[in-house]
T-cell receptor, first 113, second 115 residues
Framework: KAGVTQTPRYLIKTRGQQVTLSCSPI?????VSWYQQTPGQGLQFLFE???????NKGNFPGRFSGRQFSNSRSEMNVSTLELGDSALYLC????????????FGPGTRLTVT | AQKVTQAQTEISVVEKEDVTLDCVYE???????LFWYKQPPSGELVFLIR??????QNEISGRYSWNFQKSTSSFNFTITASQVVDSAVYFC????????????FGTGTRLQVTL
């Protein structure tokens, strides 16, 4: 079974631009969560989507948004990029809303200059 | 609010030594889940174990073992006979019942195993 895939793996953007990251969960998994990892703040929960609905949300500004498609693939978008948005963005999937075991993808390394 | 503390920032051991990674958590929920993840240099978080708050039995999986003690709010992870391949950052995490998919992570412990 293929694991969680994330595209692109690396991205360089300029401050003020927007970016879209993509995540394909493990086949059959319906829940997708997004996390941001930075040296200063560590791993922080962004949001979770289940059956195309946002079910949980972390403490991030509205510039961070996401969506999930009917095939469970998910995208997250960051608008008006700031230097502090430079981070590793990790996507995780789980088989159902409450299976608790989340399987992570390799991440997208975003650099904002 | 929930919180996970991993006081050990970095640990260095020589191969074949045993090593214990500490994890202390805080939560107001009576039902919660604890996790350990491994993050090798490649960056991908690898799931190691999940434990619910009602199951205090220790678990052993090969060279890995976990000690869960509700009385001290701790969920420690021991690697027996460490190997170079164990070198990674290890994260302890917590989720509560109402927001099961939302993991709160500790700051991680970097383990360096040398020959």
């Amino acid at each position: 079974k293929a694991g969680v895939t994330q595209t692109p793996r690396y991205l360089i953007k300029t401050r003020g631009q927007q970016v879209t990251l993509s995540c394909s969960p493990i086949s059959g998994h319906r829940s997708v969560s997004w996390y941001q990892q930075t040296p200063g703040q560590g791993l922080q929960f962004l949001f979770e989507y289940f059956s195309e609905t946002q079910r949980n949300k972390g403490n991030f500004p509205g510039r961070f948004s996401g969506r999930q498609f009917s095939n469970s693939r998910s995208e997250m978008n960051v608008s008006t990029l700031e230097l502090g948005d430079s981070a590793l963005y990790l996507c995780a999937s789980s088989s159902s809303g409450y299976s608790y075991e989340q399987y992570f993808g390799p991440g997208t390394r975003l650099t904002v200059t | 609010a929930q919180k996970v503390t991993q006081a050990q920032t970095e640990i260095s051991v020589v191969e074949k030594e045993d090593v214990t990674l500490d994890c202390v958590y805080e939560t107001r929920d009576t039902t919660y889940y604890l996790f350990w993840y491994k993050q090798p240099p490649s960056g991908e978080l690898v799931f190691l174990i999940r434990r619910n708050s009602f199951d205090e039995q220790n678990e052993i999986s090969g060279r890995y073992s976990w000690n869960f003690q509700k009385s001290t709010s701790s969920f420690n992870f021991t690697i027996t006979a460490s190997q170079v391949v164990d070198s990674a950052v290890y994260f302890c995490a917590l989720s509560e019942t109402g927001t099961a998919s939302k993991l709160t992570f500790g700051t991680g412990t970097r383990l360096q195993v040398t020959l």
